[in-house]
């Protein structure tokens, strides 16, 4: 097994000053690994490659890195890996001032060797690569089984007191090297953190739960020392095989590292501790960000932008959801949190599939797609013999294909596009309570009705992560544009509907939604002067309802956090004609 690596932030510490010019002058390069495939022998991985392409994004946003200066393998051979590594040697040779070089691997790895793409890689060749002087500081972090032969250490002694030296400054030269396991000891994945122990604390630990002396300075010792205390308690409760991390550190000039500097960050979230032990979860992933050990304190945690959920760890019943804006440092204090009781968010152990939640995230894409048929059902009213009508018998006809094509993009955490015509959705409320999603824009085509345009709003109460009621209402009119030596704009379609739905998640796999709507149209005449008008007010059940503008299927199967199946079922019953009209459709959906 292997857990996830975290080199990323070792960078960020590294080349970030106190202002930004000592950052300029330093060269930089990384080459991020994610290996899944194995080696003979040893079972296939499943979050290498996450890994890799997180901590790419990491460099990238916080570590000040350019597009040109990341490379991202995944399940590489071996001599692309050691081809990537000369390249950057080289590019970092001609380059003025300081350097550095980071190498991050994700995947197997034994005593002797790591197997990207699943075959072996030597030490030897590697660290041949990371002794090379022409980077002033080279970083390599190994997170894999058996993993410790790349340190050759096991575990960490006690390290005397340091001075903290400025974080602008790398003159000194030499290489740091860690690894997640000691010896032939294993690695361990997590499925609930999608990752690894070591790298979900060693996360915490850089973003500012190490950071106990409250300098806004992480250091490598205190960030090791969090990350493996942690990882040895989890390892240990969780699979019975303790998972002891280790690392060898070389350099010249300073006998310790800074890793991240927590002030030089402007998005952040500031929490002013009373004593019991807190939890920062990610609404957006669902993942466990960090945990703040039992103390009173002023904890600041650098963090993207989005919706978390802040609760007292170790049986305590309080929390709160929170919203982190860009450019902002977000404060809330423990005594603030509230009472949720047993059937509130501290019941459960993560927040809801993404695709669960009520808007996007800025930046995330949704699209849904589906297809199939309609039926509609009726009796026979046809003239008898004598004149008046028979009572008939029910009659089922196809009334032709249907589908669903659906293209949703957040612009923010609390703006998003419901394409693929432009229409706008705002998200009002908090994350895990009560949630209002006004829309407006234009919301279909068809060649009956031309262009539809119309407003609402949508509701959300949640009970849980897991489940809540749904409430929608809304209106809209159909016009077509027509060219009669003139041009007109006729109305032709007015609708107007209100629901209310109850969905329930099982046990992350499967999301059953139930709704019930009534629905009211009108239909104009052709002349807009003559408004002879039909009314057809319908009661629909099933996959009825839109929350922001996404049809909720009846049943959405969870693939992961990314793709899903999708079940429509529909039953509607018209007033106006006393038939029933029934719609079935199956879909996916994606949202990345």
Request: net charge negative; proline share 6%; glycine share 12%.
């Amino acid at each position: 097994m292997m857990l996830g690596i975290v080199g990323g932030w070792m960078v960020a510490g590294l080349v970030v000053g106190d202002s930004p010019e000592p950052a300029a002058m330093v060269a930089r390069a990384a080459i991020i690994v994610g290996a899944n495939h194995a080696p003979p022998g040893r079972k296939r991985l499943r979050f290498a490659h996450e890994d890799a392409r997180e901590t790419a994004e990491v460099l990238l946003s916080t570590g000040g890195f350019s597009d040109e200066e990341v490379v991202v393998l995944l399940d590489p051979t071996p001599e692309a890996v050691l081809m990537s590594l000369d390249r950057a040697i080289t590019r970092l040779a001609k380059a003025e001032g300081e350097s550095l070089l980071l190498f991050h691997y994700s995947g197997h790895a034994d005593f002797d060797a790591l197997y990207p793409g699943g075959q072996p890689l030597i030490y030897r060749e590697l660290r041949s690569r990371l002794d090379n002087p022409a980077a002033g500081v080279r970083v390599g972090v190994i997170d894999a089984c058996r993993g410790g032969g790349w340190t050759g250490a096991r575990g960490l002694a006690p390290a005397e007191p340091f001075e903290v030296t400025p974080l602008g400054d790398l003159d000194s030269e030499g290489s740091v090297l860690i690894a997640s396991s000691s010896g032939l000891e294993d690695a361990h994945e997590s499925d609930a953190l999608r990752g690894g122990f070591f790298t979900h604390h060693w996360n915490a630990a850089l973003r500012g739960a190490a950071d106990r002396n409250q300098d806004q300075t992480i250091t490598l010792t205190e960030a090791f020392e969090y990350a493996k205390e942690r990882t040895i308690r989890d390892s240990a409760l969780n699979t019975g095989s303790p998972q002891r991390p280790s690392y060898r550190m070389q350099l010249k000039g300073r006998s310790d590292l800074p890793l991240a500097r927590l002030a030089v960050g402007t998005t952040a979230l500031e929490i002013d501790q009373a004593k019991l032990p807190l939890q920062l979860v990610d609404l957006g992933s669902g993942r466990l960000v960090a945990e703040i050990p039992e103390g009173s304190s002023t904890i600041r945690l650098s963090l993207p932008a989005g919706p978390y959920l802040l609760r007292e760890g170790a049986g305590g019943e309080r929390a709160t959801t929170l919203e982190i804006s860009a450019n902002q440092t977000t404060i809330v204090r423990q005594d603030e949190l509230e009472v949720v009781g047993d059937s509130g968010l501290m019941s459960r152990t993560s927040p809801p599939r993404p695709v669960n939640a009520s808007s996007l995230p800025g930046g995330k894409v949704h699209m849904a797609v589906a297809a199939g048929l309609s039926t509609e059902v009726f009796r026979d009213t046809r003239v008898g013999p004598t004149g008046s009508p028979t009572s008939g018998s029910l009659i089922r006809r196809s009334t032709g294909s249907d589908g669903i094509a659906e293209f949703h993009w957040g612009l923010t955490d609390r703006w998003h596009w419901a394409g693929p015509l432009p229409a706008f959705v705002y998200r009002g409320g908090s994350h895990g309570g009560f949630e209002w999603l006004p829309w407006a824009g234009a919301l279909n085509w068809s060649s009956f009705a031309g262009l539809e345009v119309g407003l609402g709003a949508d509701f959300k109460w949640w009970l849980g992560p897991r489940n809540g009621f749904t409430a929608s209402v809304g209106t809209r009119l159909g016009m077509r544009v027509e060219f009669d030596g003139s041009f007109n704009v006729v109305p032709n379609l007015w609708r107007a509907h209100t629901g209310l739905g109850y969905s329930q998640t099982i046990g992350d796999l499967v999301t059953l939604h139930f709704g019930l709507r009534y629905h009211h149209a009108e239909t104009f005449g052709a002349d807009p002067l003559n408004l002879t008008t039909r009314f057809t007010p319908t009661v629909g059940l099933g996959s009825v309802l839109q929350l922001g503008l996404r049809q909720l299927p009846t049943m959405r199967v969870h693939f992961d956090d990314t793709w899903t199946l999708d079940g429509y079922f529909a039953l509607d019953y018209d007033f106006s004609t006393t038939s029933f009209e029934e719609s079935y459709l199956v879909g996916v959906s994606v949202t990345f």
